[in-house]
């Protein structure tokens, strides 16, 4: 293996769909507790309550995230401004997933397919630019929409392999409907790693992930400004918060004509990045939008 191709194998996974995308059934690494249910996540929303209201991402979110010798875990808890019936029939159908999807940076490729095998999402990861899909890494993702009732649902993509030692790749969402017209919703994002994965992050990290932060206030520097978690949880939290980012993207463009929800959804998710320049910048505006229209454009192309 080449060593521009191990590099280009190393910015996916430590940038993307976690960076293809909560933990396995065992050994995972705990970052809150599973909730599955309408009331066990309404309980969660109530416990939530202040951090919901009062918190530096200057919207009703809350994120954790955690480690073990094996996993990656962030979590996000959000209230979201969409009925739930909205965020229902929005997420709970796997192409839909493929236009939540394309907004990452690092996603450049998204196909949704059903059989009689059940319902698939052939992603592709790559570069923060343009690139020909061959050079991209390709993931598949099995979809599962496990529970739906009136209130609640949950959806779960999952893919079992990726690059240099990683597995495992895992997205849940679940949602349930809250006073005012509102939605709660948990977001999940992990990967399981070998050996050959630690390496690979811990060399990520000490070269181009270097002074790279995630979102946790681990204290307070001399100045008084605030110190932020870094390392392979900085990571996860990164991704977490784009992947959050662009399901939250995708909500809000819905109500514009259908014409002109792919501009409203790129140009969104990109000023809500730039909210956190510390953590999520990467690319100016322009450049973003001539890589993801381009990306949209191919997609549409392709089988």
Known sequence: MSKKFQISLLCWMTRSLVACMMCVATGQAAAGPDTHSAASLRAMYAELGPKLGNNQFKRPLYLDSAESSSHLKGDIYALVDFPFSVVNEALN????????????????YCHASTSKAGSVLQVSIGKK???????????????????????????????????????????????????????????????????????????????????????????????????????????????????????????????????????????SWFTSTEQYPLQLHEV????????????????????
Request: aromatic share 12%.
């Open 93 to 108: 159908d796997p192409a839909h997933w493929c236009d939540v999807m394309i907004l990452h940076l690092n996603t450049k």
């Open 129 to 267: 630019y343009f690139q020909p899909l061959d050079d991209a890494y390709p993931v598949e993702f099995a979809y599962n929409a496990a529970i739906a009732t009136p209130d609640y649902f949950d959806v779960l993509l999952n893919a079992k392999t990726g690059p240099l030692g990683t597995s495992d790749y895992r997205i849940l969402l679940e949602a349930v409907s809250v006073q005012g017209g509102k939605t709660f919703l948990h977001l999940t994002y992990s990967y399981a790693y070998n050996f050959a994965g630690l390496l690979a992050m811990k060399s990520y990290l000490a070269t181009v992930g270097s002074g790279k932060v995630g979102f946790t206030i681990i204290g307070k520097q001399s100045g008084g400004q605030p110190n932020y978690i870094g390392g392979v949880r900085g990571v996860v939290e990164r991704n977490t918060m784009r992947y959050y980012l662009a399901i939250d993207a995708y909500l809000g463009a819905l109500s514009a004509p259908p014409s002109e929800q792919l501009e409203k959804r790129l140009q």
């Open 284 to 303: 100016d505006r322009a450049a973003y939008l001539d890589m993801k229209r381009r990306e949209y454009l191919r997609d549409q192309k392709s089988p």
